[in-house]
């Protein structure tokens, strides 16, 4: 049989590199594209393919879906995997910055399934799996605009599977929760560098001792859970339409679905409550500076 053709983007590191080698040694024929193709050797060294592509430039898009398709005649499965995460107070972040993460996080997304859909639906099958997260159903505080995007990621593949359903073509969602990459170093570093000195310092330093808690938790794992899910989802012949992972991310998901808003905001802020010793130091440096 030939075998199926697979683009992953953000495949440089974590969830996305794990998620090419895993359906590299499921046999499929994978191109994994990221800003630095450099970056991509396992995944060459493992018998795939590397892409240069940026997913907030068109022309880098393009390029790289015409490759495939010149190279391979198909394209049946897109992991929408490239994004990040930046925190911050929604008022210490720069409207710059939340643009930024929305052009990554959703448009970059969103542009490249367009690209890859005319093939798809020519040969009326393919598989879109677009990475959310537990943030896509949850919330917390100093991640408005994180969230905001990824609640737009869930919104945006529900619609999407029913646009394309007639056509042959499958969309699930991926929503992890507690991994172990570089995502939640960048997320805590962030959200220090814009609130760190705000009056949003407090809640700053607790999102990211509870950011910092959540890489050591037991429920935390590393990227190949996640690339074993997104795996089975690209290979099933009737796959979910939402795939929560690891085990912990089912149980907080499934928390947010049974409790109301107010008993869930109960939740967040005893995981992300500033110590005494934080308010104090914020309180000092009002005064200090008034």
């Not at 495949?11 to 970056?39: C, H, K, P, W």
């Not at 609640?151 to 929760?177: K, M, T």
């Not at 814009?194 to 959540?214: C, D």
């Not at 928390?255 to 967040?268: N, S, Y």
Request: net charge positive; no cysteine; proline share 4%.
């Amino acid at each position: 049989m030939e075998s199926q053709v697979a683009l992953v983007t953000g495949a440089s590191s974590g969830i996305g590199e794990q998620t090419a080698l895993e359906l590299l040694r499921r046999g499929f024929n994978v191109y994994g594209a990221a800003r630095r193709a450099d970056r991509m050797s396992a995944i060459v060294d493992a018998g795939g393919h590397a892409i240069a592509m940026d997913v907030t430039d068109d022309a880098s898009m393009r390029a790289g879906v015409e490759q495939i398709l010149a190279e391979q005649g198909r394209l049946d499965v897109l992991v929408n995997n490239a994004g990040y995460g930046s925190y911050g107070a929604l008022e210490d972040v720069p409207i710059e910055e939340a643009r930024r993460q929305f052009e990554v996080n959703v448009f970059g997304l969103a542009r490249i399934t367009q690209l890859v859909l005319p093939s798809m639906r020519a040969r009326r099958s393919g598989t879109i799996v677009n990475i959310s997260s537990i943030g896509g159903r949850i919330y917390e505080p100093l991640g408005a605009w994180y969230h905001a995007t990824k609640f737009a990621v869930e919104g945006l593949s529900d619609s999407l599977r029913l646009e394309l359903e007639p056509h042959g073509i499958r969309v699930v969602v991926i929503q992890p929760g507690a991994i172990r990459t570089e995502w939640n170093g960048i997320s805590r570093r962030s959200a220090i560098e814009r609130s760190g000195a705000t009056a949003y310092a407090a809640q700053a330093k607790a999102l990211v001792r509870a950011l910092e808690a959540a890489d050591r938790s037991p429920g935390a794992t590393g990227p190949d859970v996640v690339a074993a899910t997104i795996a089975k989802a690209a290979t099933a012949r009737r796959p979910r339409t939402r795939y929560a992972t690891p085990f912990s991310a089912k149980g907080i998901v499934g928390l947010r679905r049974m409790l109301p808003d107010r008993a869930f905001d109960l939740v967040m802020r005893s995981v992300f409550s500033p110590t005494r010793e934080d308010l104090a130091e914020v309180r000092a440096r009002v005064t200090a500076k008034s």
